[in-house]
């Protein structure tokens, strides 16, 4: 037997408790959650998993599948890419994920599934981290209220502002590998009833529970079905034009700039029902898209990150989410390969090797699909078709017993150094 790991994750978003599930798994693994708000929560409408997704998710946990359909997850029929504007406007580009093997599930449901097989003793909410102060063979953490705990390991799951990236980027970074900054893309969104949607947008594009994507001039709309057919999800994206505005992650939106952004669309088959719908809210507003541009390293001694605090991305490919979960997956796997808490900077190191490039690829990757998305590369359906399709290639093609192994070889190699 070896000693035991106490671990603690800081936040407890869909990264944190993704990843509590994979280390409370790893016999000797004592694993605590700190979180800033009142209690656990998800902001937010849905999340699509890919099958690349529950396939992690199943590693990580034996009843994925259970507690996806716990959490009312939803299959969807592919995600349609469709034509909003220019003269093919109303073409069918393509279908991603044609297999069905996507779900969309509503995000507060599937947090509250994966907290639930958490200890509740090792959940603790209102504990916002201030500092982290590594020791000789420990890490001591400050959260705001004064309290001071001493761990083994300290993973940030702590989002896109995480505080644990500050520490672990502290003089290997530059200001802009530091911080997210805007990637160039706003959006704005509304969940609405479904009768009132399939009314405003057309029978015909709620006869199959789908996503569909319009690609447009300067601009990008979405749908999709939610919580049971029973709410739609309404999505306008558009590219920023005035960056400097970006800065404000949130700004006031009106009808008329929303008409200003869709000007070509108009009249089409889509953007007059979707403004509708979209505007049909108190409180309008568009959301500035910020990403990391590059991350030096994951990891800094017996402290890493996850999650977005890890690699936030824009979600054109859908895929951050689904990330953490991976990332999950492979640290739990290091944890369960070694015997010490002092081999845990080599299974931080192995970690870092193996997630960073995949991480960084899908930010980078994403980015240029969002200006695809917004008709940066031409409206014509079949060269987007052809620029478009393999761009999902690398998300769903991963392999994860060899992604595995390829972690546990890097450990090796680290660890006869
Ligand atoms: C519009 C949009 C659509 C998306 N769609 C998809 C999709 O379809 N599929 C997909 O896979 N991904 C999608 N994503 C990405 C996905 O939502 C994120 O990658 C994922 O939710 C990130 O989870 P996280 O736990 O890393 O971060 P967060 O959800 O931000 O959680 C971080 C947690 O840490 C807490 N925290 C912060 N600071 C501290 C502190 N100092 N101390 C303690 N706690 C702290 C916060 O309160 C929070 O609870 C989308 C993202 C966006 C913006």
């Not at 708000?37 to 409408?45: D, H, I, L, W």
């Not at 009843?63 to 592919?78: E, F």
Request: hydrophobic share 40%; proline share 5%.
């Amino acid at each position: 037997m070896g000693s035991e790991f106490r671990v603690a994750i800081i936040g407890g978003g869909l990264a944190g408790a993704s990843l509590a599930n994979a280390l409370i798994r790893v016999p000797r693994v004592d694993v605590h959650v700190f979180e800033s708000a009142p209690t656990f929560s998800e902001r937010g409408a849905a999340v699509g998993l890919s099958k690349t997704s529950q396939l992690a998710l199943d590693q990580i946990l034996p009843s994925g599948p259970d507690l996806l359909s716990k959490a009312g997850a939803v299959p969807m029929n592919s995600s349609r890419v469709i034509l909003g504007s220019g003269p093919e406007a109303g073409t069918v580009v393509y279908d991603i994920a044609a297999d069905g093997s996507a779900v969309n599930v509503h995000r507060a449901s599937l947090l509250r599934e994966l907290l639930a097989p958490l200890p509740k003793e090792g959940l603790h909410p209102n504990k916002k981290l201030t500092t982290i102060n590594p020791k000789e063979s420990e890490v001591e953490i400050t959260f705001q209220d004064g309290t001071v705990y001493q761990f083994d390991a300290v993973i940030g799951a702590d989002g896109i502002f995480s505080t644990v990236r500050e520490h672990v980027l502290q003089g290997v970074a530059t200001d802009e590998q530091l911080h997210p900054s805007p990637a160039g893309f706003w959006d704005c969104r509304n969940v609405v009833p479904f009768e009132k949607a399939k009314g405003t947008l057309g029978e015909k594009y709620f006869e199959v529970d789908r996503q569909h994507s319009w690609v447009g001039e300067g601009a990008f709309i979405m749908h999709d079905v939610l919580e049971n057919r029973t709410m739609v999800q309404c999505v306008i994206s558009g590219i920023e034009k005035d960056p400097s505005a970006s800065r404000d992650r949130k700004r006031p939106l009106t009808r008329e700039i929303l008409r200003d952004s869709l000007s070509s669309w108009l009249g089409g088959p889509i953007a007059d029902g979707m403004i509708n719908l979209v505007c049909d809210q108190p409180d309008l507003s568009r959301y500035s898209q910020w990403d990391h541009k590059s991350t030096p390293t994951y990891t800094r001694g017996r402290v890493c990150l996850v999650g977005d605090a890890a690699h936030a991305t824009t979600p054109w490919q859908g895929s951050g989410a689904g990330l953490a979960i991976e990332d999950a997956m492979i640290l739990g796997t290091l944890f369960a390969n070694i015997s010490s808490p002092d081999e845990i900077s080599a299974a931080f190191e192995a970690y870092d090797v193996v997630r960073r490039p995949r991480g960084q690829r899908l930010i980078d990757s994403s980015r240029e699909t969002g200006k695809i998305l917004c008709g940066e590369s031409g409206l014509r359906a079949d060269e987007l078709r052809g620029l478009l399709a393999p761009r999902w290639d690398f998300i769903f093609g991963l392999d994860m017993e060899s992604h595995k192994r390829e972690a546990l070889d890097e450990l090796r190699n680290i660890q006869k150094k």
